[in-house]
């Protein structure tokens, strides 16, 4: 196929496309960006969309009006070639590409009976005149939630982002992974360079693990093997071959329920950080929360720490204090107690190059 066999519809195809529809008493939905790198996000949303109706037509922003919108880097592909891959999709019908800044008049044309925007839009902050013409137009207005961690520009950015800087993560955990999604949200804020480049669970159907996949992250389950409480020596074999694959900077414990032992340990060692939610060196081990309330503590919290073979037992390097309540359950104690984790790992990961920690 060479460039010259690509068209795009024009506003009146898609128009006439409506027009059949409306007659079959079906419905059009009319959606509109820029879709200049297509990620799992995009087809996501435009699945969503599709879903409303029985036919999808996506307004494509031209060249010139991607480059009034977002400026002289972008668009990153043309629109002939953004048309192309977007009709490629399962979920669309039709690509028009439209010149102005707005969509407006292409919605006075078409005339779709649902209109659908991405997630960052609520249906008050819509350009008035599109919101307008979609009035006129009699069309629904649905704003559809935007998928996490997918964007053109988190892409760009990471691809110009100086290599040297940016922490690889390895991750591993059993359970909620609550601390696994702080890193996420502590990433995309801005608050921690670092990208996750391996997610690690000895449990498959664990919520660690669907939170990786949620965000895009590489999700691997490796089975333990049969003693219910270690970890075999294959699995922990598998483990360092994840984390070399990956290029792991800095390997995360976080919840992770099983003991690290070699090859991980000596290869990684320095680099590996756990959370641990008591004041080491108190209540060592996997019931601390409980053990903090048995022994009647005013006090519990947490600690960041360094992981060596000793259980619970390397460099400390952050804790953080919370107090125990009157009525403390360990799960009322261990929610007060993760939501301090929440905020310590990140911050720690955020300064291991500044806290003069090893990385490889
Ligand atoms: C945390 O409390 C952590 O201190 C401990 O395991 C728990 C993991 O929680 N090692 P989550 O899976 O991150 O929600």
């Known amino acids: 196929m060479t460039d010259a066999d690509f068209t795009p519809a024009t506003a ?26 297509l990620h799992a996000g995009h087809v996501r949303y435009l699945a969503q ?69 991405g997630g960052d839009y609520t249906v008050e902050s819509l350009n008035a005149q599109e919101r307008a013409a979609l009035q006129a137009a009699g069309a629904e207005i649905r704003i559809l939630p935007l998928v996490p961690g ?22 591993l955990g059993s359970g909620k992974g609550t601390n696994l999604q702080a890193i996420f949200d502590a990433v995309h804020a801005g608050r921690l360079d670092a990208e996750v480049v391996a997610v690690i669970s000895d449990q498959n159907d664990s919520e660690f693990l669907s939170i990786a996949r949620r ?11 049969d003693n219910p409480k ?25 919840g992770f329920m099983r003991i690290l032992k070699e090859p991980v340990i000596s290869a990684y060692a320095g680099r590996i950080v756990n959370v641990h939610p008591s004041l080491l060196p108190r209540h060592k081990g996997a019931h601390a929360v409980q053990d903090a309330l048995d022994a009647g503590d005013r006090e519990a919290g947490c600690t960041v720490h360094l992981v060596t073979a000793e259980i619970d037992a390397g460099a400390i390097l952050e804790q953080g204090r919370v107090p125990v309540l009157p009525g403390d359950t360990a799960e009322l104690l261990h929610d007060r107690i993760k939501a301090v984790e929440h905020v310590l790992l990140p911050k720690v990961l955020s300064e291991w190059r500044q806290r003069g920690l090893a990385v490889r």
């Open 12 to 37: 009146a195809e898609a128009r006439q496309l409506r027009d059949r529809l409306d007659a079959q008493g079906k419905r059009l939905v009319f959606t509109n960006g820029c879709f200049d790198l």
């Open 49 to 117: 969309a599709r879903a409303l109706g029985d036919a999808l037509v996506v307004a494509l922003n031209s060249d010139a009006s991607v480059r009034a919108l977002k400026g002289p880097e972008r668009p990153l592909n043309n629109e002939n070639d953004r048309a192309e891959v977007l009709c490629a999709l399962k979920a669309v019908d039709a690509v028009v590409v439209f010149g102005d800044e707005r969509a407006t008049r292409l919605i006075e044309t078409i005339r779709p009976h649902v209109y659908a925007k």
């Open 150 to 171: 997918r964007s053109t520009t988190a892409t760009i950015q990471k691809m110009h982002a100086p290599a040297a800087g940016r922490l690889r993560l390895g991750v």
């Open 215 to 225: 965000e895009g992250a590489p999700a691997h389950f490796v089975d333990p093997g």
């Open 230 to 254: 270690r970890l075999g020596a294959a699995a922990q074999k598998e483990i360092f071959e994840h984390l070399e694959r990956a290029r792991t900077d800095v390997v995360v414990l976080a």
